[in-house]
């Protein structure tokens, strides 16, 4: 985020000793004005949306995150480490859901293997 931090004076502070809710504030409308105008916008300009959004969209709450997601993946320009953050938290999320236990799945009706 150097580049992005050079043109907006306090962002990269703001980014990391921001509060919370303002850094999420502030997640929120940044990318609402990347998606747009994600349409007109040159590879350089989605980088640097990309450099800005990947440190403050940790920010935001589960849902907004999936939204966003949803949202950009509609599009054919959309930030790349920005859609590889978002992806890598969904797998995170669902690799920590509980698994059921192989032990009692044995013990319910129909739960075993199948006669042929």
């Not at 403050?56 to 907004?64: G, I, S």
């Not at 690799?95 to 009692?104: E, I, N, Q, T």
Request: overall charge neutral.
């Amino acid at each position: 985020m150097t580049f992005a931090a050079s043109l907006i004076p306090g962002l990269d502070e703001f980014v990391k000793h921001g509060d919370p809710k303002r850094r999420a504030e502030a997640a929120r409308r940044i990318a609402e004005l990347f998606l747009l105008g994600a349409a007109n916008f040159r590879p350089d300009h989605v980088d640097l949306f990309d450099g800005v959004l990947i440190d403050l969209v940790p920010h935001t709450e589960l849902a907004a995150r999936a939204d966003l997601a949803e949202r950009l993946s509609l599009l054919a320009n959309a930030p790349g480490a920005l859609i590889g953050q978002l992806a890598q938290g969904d797998r995170l999320r669902m690799g920590h859901r509980a698994r059921p236990d192989p032990a009692s799945a044995r013990s319910q009706p129909g739960a075993g293997p199948r006669a042929h």
